[in-house]
Antibody, heavy 121, light 110 residues
């Protein structure tokens, strides 16, 4: 069974740092682009970052560029999101998800259950 | 700054047909936008509904269909049921590795 399990979400003070982890099982991580998507309380989904299969390409939402770093360890079947200089507006449930290419087009086909990050003093 | 647009809320009668749309504030949605659709109920992770314009994800009932209509992607529910009451999101590829979700549509079945 394909699974994505996130962890690491906690309450953190503004300006603080945090690293989220996502462990993949049931498939080989090296085959897929991976992504983090977040959802602030009562708000919609927001794409945060993507990373290529070998980690050679990474893309970010403008508002997190320079503060967040997406990375992966394919040997450990794990995806990470290092978050620095956290702001209240970064408070959200963070989902780890998998992009799949089908007939030349990408879509997200697997989602984790999410981990909650709260940034507050 | 490009924005992905969706109707904030839509209602449909049980058994009725409803179409939700996904557009771009500047430009048109095309296949190169890689549009896909996701359903989310409160407290749950999103569920993939439609990809590759009109391919249903495994287990998605055939009352859900996707298309591109004019300059927007569209999700149509034919014969809406009570448990279709959810939030629906589209995501589009914008450019240079950047993706963007629409603001979501809250569908009410009443």
């Amino acid at each position: 069974e394909v699974q994505l399990v996130e962890s690491g979400g906690v309450l953190v003070h503004p300006g603080g740092s945090l690293t989220l982890s996502c462990v993949a099982s049931g498939f080989t991580l090296t085959t897929y682009w991976m992504t983090w998507v977040r959802q602030a309380p009562g708000k919609g989904l927001e794409w945060v970052a993507n990373i290529k299969q070998d980690g050679s390409s990474r893309y970010y939402l403008d508002s997190v560029k320079g503060r967040f770093t997406i990375s992966r360890d394919n040997a450990e079947n794990s995806l990470y999101l290092q978050m620095n200089s956290l702001r209240a507006e970064d408070s959200a449930v963070y989902y780890c998800a998998r992009w799949t290419l089908y007939s030349g087009y990408y879509h997200i086909d697997q989602w984790g259950q999410g981990t909650l990050v709260t940034v507050s003093s | 700054q490009t924005v992905v647009t969706q109707e904030p809320s839509v209602s449909v009668s049980p058994g009725g047909t409803v179409t939700l749309t996904c557009g771009l504030s500047s430009g048109s949605v095309s296949t190169s936008s890689h549009p896909s659709w996701y359903q989310q109920t409160p407290g749950q992770a999103p569920r993939t509904l439609i990809y590759n314009i009109n391919t249903r994800s495994s287990g998605v009932p055939d009352r859900f269909s996707g298309s591109i209509v004019g300059n927007k992607a569209a999700l149509t529910i034919t014969g809406a049921q009570a448990d279709d009451e959810s939030d629906y999101y589209c995501v589009l590829y914008i450019d240079s590795g950047i993706w963007m979700f629409g603001g979501g549509t809250k569908l009410t079945v009443l």
